[in-house]
């Protein structure tokens, strides 16, 4: 696959595997300690959609990442090496929020997830930002 193709797959990748993490982000937050059926019943929806598209997406995207980074010769960039600690870390907020949305479908009684998964929307969307304006600029120091 060419470069540019690779830019906007990874572009591609990118929007849908930060707007699956914000959804579980807010589902937990808003469902946090609930034992509804129709909670639990979007949680399972949920769940689905992380397994199918959610979680996909966050291997497309390293996949397409780490091949623009090697061909154009960014892994020596500071800016690059800033965004990758982050991507790092939502990495294991993804991990946390797919066992936070398997144990809220199912616990009996509710479960109530640790305090940095409920913020998971909130703390996703300004990494994402982050992300986003280190890579626009690629500032140089
Ligand atoms: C949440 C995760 C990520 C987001 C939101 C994101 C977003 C972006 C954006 C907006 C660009 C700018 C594209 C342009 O200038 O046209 C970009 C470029 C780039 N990204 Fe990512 N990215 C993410 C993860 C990654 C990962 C995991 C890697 C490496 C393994 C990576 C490597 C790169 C490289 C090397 C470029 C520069 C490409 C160029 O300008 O020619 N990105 N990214």
Redesign the pocket.
């Known amino acids: 696959m060419d470069?540019p193709s690779l830019?906007l797959l990874?572009?591609i990748?990118?929007?849908t595997?930060?707007s699956g993490m914000v959804g579980n982000g807010l589902a937990v937050a808003l469902l946090a300690g609930s034992t509804s059926a129709n909670g639990r019943a979007l949680l399972a929806s949920l769940r689905s959609w992380n397994r199918w598209v959610t979680s996909p997406a966050a291997g497309l995207?390293?996949g397409?990442?780490?091949?623009?980074?090697w061909q154009?010769g960014?892994?020596v960039?500071p800016w690059?090496q800033i965004?990758?600690a982050?991507?790092a870390a939502?990495v294991l907020l993804q991990f946390g929020l797919a066992h936070a949305l398997r144990r809220m479908a199912t616990a009996e009684p509710a479960w109530s997830p640790p305090a940095v998964l409920r913020f998971a929307a909130p703390l996703t969307f300004c990494?994402?930002l982050v992300?986003?304006v280190?890579?626009?600029t690629?500032p140089v120091w």
Do not use: D, E, N, P
């Not at 397409?64 to 980074?69: H, K, L, P």
């Open positions: 470069y830019k990874h572009l990748a990118a929007a595997w930060l995207l390293l397409a990442g780490a091949s623009i980074a154009g960014w892994l960039m690059l965004k990758l982050l991507v939502l990494a994402g992300i986003g280190l890579a626009l690629k």
